[in-house]
């Protein structure tokens, strides 16, 4: 399955949220979680051209997790980037133009827009942050948004 921008975007979120829904059913480990999302996102949506997370392991630090796409930061401090605009403020960060945004790290040339969406875990911390970027110039909407922040919800109830 995939989808160009424009397309009925709500049914094929749906769709896609249901499949990952089933293949990660009973499954309690937060990497294997992450790298099957991961995998069903970035392989459905045509416009996702990095996704991958990034997990808090140690105070303020996010570091790689599971990921499809060309090579990342290993390490992004909380200070850094959207990333960790997302890690300081715990809200959605959508830039629809990653030029415009003060301390956006380029680790592609070819990135125009991206969505970072922060993971709660149960007890309401920062566990980590699903990043996606897009070669798409404001490549993401609130449609977008929705549907990845339930994806991140998911995740986080099983952390
Ligand atoms: N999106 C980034 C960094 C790029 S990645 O390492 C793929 C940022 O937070 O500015």
Redesign the pocket.
């Known amino acids: 399955m995939m989808w160009e921008k424009g397309m009925d975007k709500e049914k094929q979120y749906q769709t896609l949220l249901a499949a990952i829904e089933s293949l990660i059913e009973g499954e309690t480990d937060a990497i294997a979680i992450m790298a099957t999302m991961v995998g069903e996102l970035h392989n459905t949506v045509a416009y996702f051209d ?1 996704t ?1 997370f ?1 997990r808090v392991t140690e105070p303020r630090l996010l570091t ?1 997790g599971p ?1 499809q ?6 390490r ?1 401090p909380f200070e ?7 890690a300081r403020t715990g809200k959605t ?1 959508r ?1 629809p133009d ?1 030029h415009q ?1 003060p ?6 040339s070819t ?1 125009a827009s ?1 969505i ?1 969406v922060p993971v709660f875990n149960p007890k309401g911390e920062l566990a980590a942050v699903l ?1 996606i ?1 897009s070669n798409t110039p404001d490549a993401f909407d609130e449609v977008d948004q929705r549907y990845l922040e339930q994806c991140c919800e998911l995740l986080g109830s099983r952390m």
Do not use: M, N, P, R
Request: glycine share 18%; charged share 10%; proline share 0%.
């Open positions: 990095w991958g990034y790689i990921y796409g060309t090579h990342g930061c290993l992004i850094k980037g959207v990333c960790g605009a997302c960060q830039v990653v945004f301390g956006h790290i380029a680790c592609s990135t991206e970072v990043d970027d």
